[in-house]
């Protein structure tokens, strides 16, 4: 399923398997959260910017068009015409973000839809049940996201039912997968570290949850306000406890800064909305920096965006053009920009990947980290 061809410090190349292919990681998994990259860009288009790995959002699918409608469809897989390897995450992270309308217990989480607000349950049996419905290759087990900062205790009460709930999680996993019907019975579970910006926390819930037999381990519950490098702190005291001969996922992060330097501290999956989102307003990414495709300068820019790169719009289409056609918002605009970022971020960890093979990722994480996130 899963091996570490090699690695430099703790950096790590590896070759990811499931019942839908094969990843070469480190790898970003490009977020189609509703069946869809927003801004117009197909399952057929992800192929062509080279993205391995598909993400779809539990929550969304299962508000709208319900689980149950996809999983009569013959699967998400299917219902999107995507072929290659996906996962899904719990819905706990858009629970999260639901703070004034939900109530946490034991079994589960209460909360109001966003969309009609009708009351709606999900607890572990409930995620990994929706999660079997869409057919994913990895299923994440059902978490609590909690706020950065939290109280400790708070924190570390919410550790311990994480932990409860990744057992039940397992539980309800494998009985699902043995039934006949189910619609991926290959597929995997990934348990979610939790523990807020407490590192001791962290390596304890680490620590139990690692005797859980799950397919993978992710860090979640970064990225969600607390600073940059404590976010790096947080990586650097887990990692150590982390299986390894397991994929390790860093949830929704990042910055190309922030996926170069979480990979030289051991991370092999990532993933974030940020290309796609900054896209849709006009922020791209180059090897030299990012721009703002709507500044003035660029309206008589017959060049590129970026000339290195071979995506779509740069193969094709001007600075210029481009932003015109932001300027007199067309729905074009988004979809070249997204392609263009998410094609960016996919080159980027295949650089990353012939870096760590070629023993030369300390030289290119001296020199692309910090440009990266760069302004120009």
Same mark, same amino acid.
Request: charged content about 25%.
């Given at each position: ?10 950096? !790590? ?16 998994? /490009? ?6 990259? =927003?801004?117009?860009? &197909?399952?057929? *288009? ?9 993400? &779809? ?16 469809? %013959? ?21 999260? &973000? ?7 217990? +034991? +079994? %589960? ?28 290759? #990895?299923?994440?087990?059902? *978490? ?25 999680? =397992? ?12 619609? /991926? ?6 348990? #979610? ?41 947080? #990586? ?11 994929? !390790?996922?860093?949830?929704?992060? %990042? ?41 003035? =300068? ?70 692309? &980290?910090?440009?990266?996130?760069? =302004?120009?």
């Amino acid at each position: 399923m899963f091996e570490v061809l090699k690695t430099e410090g703790r950096a !790590r190349r590896g070759v990811f398997t499931c019942a839908h292919g094969t990843a070469q990681t480190p790898v970003f998994m /490009n977020v189609g959260t509703q069946g869809a990259i =927003k801004g117009a860009v &197909s399952a057929h *288009d992800l192929k062509e910017v080279g993205c391995q790995i598909e993400l &779809s959002n539990t929550y969304h699918l299962h508000l709208r068009p319900g689980d149950d409608v996809v999983r009569q469809m %013959g699967g998400l897989h299917r219902f999107m015409d995507w072929d290659g390897p996906m996962l899904t995450d719990s819905g706990g992270f858009q629970v999260f &973000s639901l703070a004034g309308l939900r109530k946490i217990t +034991e +079994e %589960g989480v209460t909360f109001a839809s966003h969309i009609d607000g009708r009351r709606i349950f999900m607890g572990p049996e409930e995620s990994m049940r929706i999660q079997s419905n869409l057919g994913s290759d #990895i299923a994440m087990a059902f *978490d609590e996201c909690i706020e950065n900062p939290s109280p400790y205790d708070y924190v570390k009460q919410s550790c311990e039912r994480t932990l409860r709930w990744l057992k039940r999680c =397992k539980a309800e996993h494998d009985k699902l997968n043995s039934l006949p019907e189910t619609v /991926n019975p290959h597929q995997m579970l990934f348990g #979610i570290n939790q523990g807020g910006t407490y590192p001791d926390l962290r390596v304890w819930h680490m620590d139990e949850i690692a005797k859980v037999p799950c397919d993978g381990y992710a860090i979640g519950g970064l990225a969600v306000g607390e600073e940059t490098q404590v976010m790096y702190d947080i #990586i650097d005291a887990v990692e150590p406890h982390m299986p390894v001969d397991k994929p !390790r996922y860093l949830m929704g992060v %990042g910055t190309p800064s922030n996926i170069i330097e979480a990979v030289s501290r051991g991370v092999d999956f990532f993933d974030c909305v940020m290309p796609a989102r900054n896209a849709r307003h006009g922020k791209l990414y180059t090897w030299e920096g990012a721009i703002n495709i709507k500044n003035e =300068k660029y309206k008589l820019d017959d060049s590129p965006i970026d000339p290195q790169c071979q995506c779509p719009a740069c193969r094709h289409f001007s600075k210029a053009y481009l932003r015109h056609l932001f300027v007199a918002g067309e729905m074009l605009a988004m979809r070249l920009a997204v392609r263009h970022n998410l094609y960016f971020y996919n080159a980027l960890m295949a650089r990353i990947r012939a870096a760590l093979d070629n023993g030369t990722f300390t030289d290119f994480r001296a020199e692309y &980290s910090e440009k990266l996130d760069r =302004k120009r």
